[in-house]
Every structure is written in structure tokens, then in C-alpha cells.
Nanobody, 128 residues
Framework: QVQLVESGGGLVQVGGSLTLSCTAAGRTFSSSVMGWFRQAPGKEREFAAAVSLSGSSIAYSSSVKGRFTISRDNAKNTVYLQMNSLKPEDTAVYYC?????????????????????WGQGTQVTVSS
């Protein structure tokens, strides 16, 4: 079993930055692809970024690529999402997700069914 707790959300102005953290409890983190997804009001949840166990394989959605950076610290059981140049359309609840595999094809990183464990979410609001 894995418990995921996100933090770092908040209110930020357009063009600002935030860093989200997700800390995992449970041994699965040490063997997991970790992902960040987000759900804007009235929309379906969508993939944002994911990173393999080693950190060597990373994928981003086209909407965040070049602005967001995912990273992980396996010693701290924590995955991060550094978000820069934030836009109003980045407003969403951000969810951390954990797989049970340390690696699978990055072409499948956006598939929610590859992640059996989810955090409760943290709100990010970008104001203009």
C-alpha cells in the first residue's frame, strides 16, 4: 500500500512559479514511476508529467512542456513538480500518482490506469 500526500499548492499570479511536492509512505515509491495529473474545473483529469524510478525517463504533456519540470528524490520518497510561467489555464487540482512499476514505456505515462495509487490533490490557482 502507498499513501501519497501532496503539498505546495496555492494562489499565484500569472507568470509566477510554484513547486509542488508529493511525499510517499510505503515501499512502492522505491520501485515506481511517479506522475502528476491535474483536473481543471468542469474538465476531465489530464496528464501533466511523469518520471521513471531512475529519473532517466521523463515525459510532459504538450501544455506544460518547457514550463514545468518533474524531478524526484528517492532518498526522501518525494517527487516534485516545478511550475514556471504559470497561466490561468494551469488552474486545477493537481494529483500525484504512483505506479507499481519502476519503468514502462513513456508512451504510456499518460494512462491513468497505470497508476493504482493517488493523492488527495492540491489546489493551484493562477490569477490574472
Amino acid at each position: 500500500q502507498v499513501q501519497l500526500v501532496e503539498s505546495g499548492g496555492g494562489l499565484v499570479q500569472v507568470g509566477g512559479s510554484l513547486t509542488l511536492s508529493c511525499t510517499a509512505a510505503g515501499r512502492t515509491f522505491s520501485s515506481s514511476v511517479m506522475g502528476w495529473f491535474r483536473q481543471a474545473p468542469g474538465k476531465e483529469r489530464e496528464f501533466a508529467a511523469a518520471v521513471s524510478l531512475s529519473g532517466s525517463s521523463i515525459a510532459y504533456s504538450s501544455s506544460v512542456k518547457g514550463r514545468f519540470t518533474i524531478s524526484r528524490d528517492n532518498a526522501k520518497n518525494t517527487v516534485y513538480l516545478q511550475m514556471n510561467s504559470l497561466k490561468p489555464e494551469d488552474t486545477a487540482v493537481y494529483y500525484c500518482a504512483a505506479s507499481t512499476e519502476g519503468y514502462f514505456s513513456p508512451t504510456e505515462y499518460a494512462r491513468e490506469d497505470r497508476y493504482p495509487y493517488w493523492g488527495q490533490g492540491t489546489q493551484v490557482t493562477v490569477s490574472s
